[in-house]
Nanobody, 118 residues
Framework: VQLQASGGGLAQAGGSLRLSCVVS????????MGWYRQAPGKQRELVAT???????NYADSVKDRFTISRDDAKNTVYLQMNSLKSEDTAVYYC?????????????WGQGTLVTVSS
């Protein structure tokens, strides 16, 4: 299973970016997907998750600004980021939480850097 994230870059405060994560090697239709981020000097933190049943979950810091979505037919998960703030600057990682039998396995993409200038 491989995850390829893209879409990061430089944005101004108040602007928008859309991240994409393409998964290869497995259909994601039964898997939980998510986005995490890690700012310099900080621990990796949850941004948003999208379960296979369509339910979503967001960190309080991004609620009403970010939207996670998934296109299982394309094996892709997205993160639409609006009203960006300087504190959103971080490396964003795509995550797949895959169940095999009774065990869950976590797979990570390589990360894509988002820099928000104020």
């Amino acid at each position: 299973v491989q995850l390829q994230a893209s879409g990061g870059g430089l944005a101004q405060a108040g602007g928008s970016l859309r991240l994409s994560c393409v998964v290869s090697g497995r259909s994601i239709s039964n898997d939980g997907m998510g986005w995490y981020r890690q700012a310099p000097g900080k621990q990796r933190e949850l941004v948003a998750t999208a379960s296979s049943d369509g339910s979503t979950n967001y960190a309080d810091s991004v609620k009403d600004r970010f939207t996670i979505s998934r296109d299982d037919a394309k094996n892709t998960v997205y993160l639409q980021m609006n009203s960006l703030k300087s504190e959103d600057t971080a490396v964003y990682y795509c995550n797949a939480n895959i169940r095999r039998g009774s065990t869950y396995y976590s797979y990570w993409g390589q990360g894509t850097l988002v820099t928000v200038s104020s």
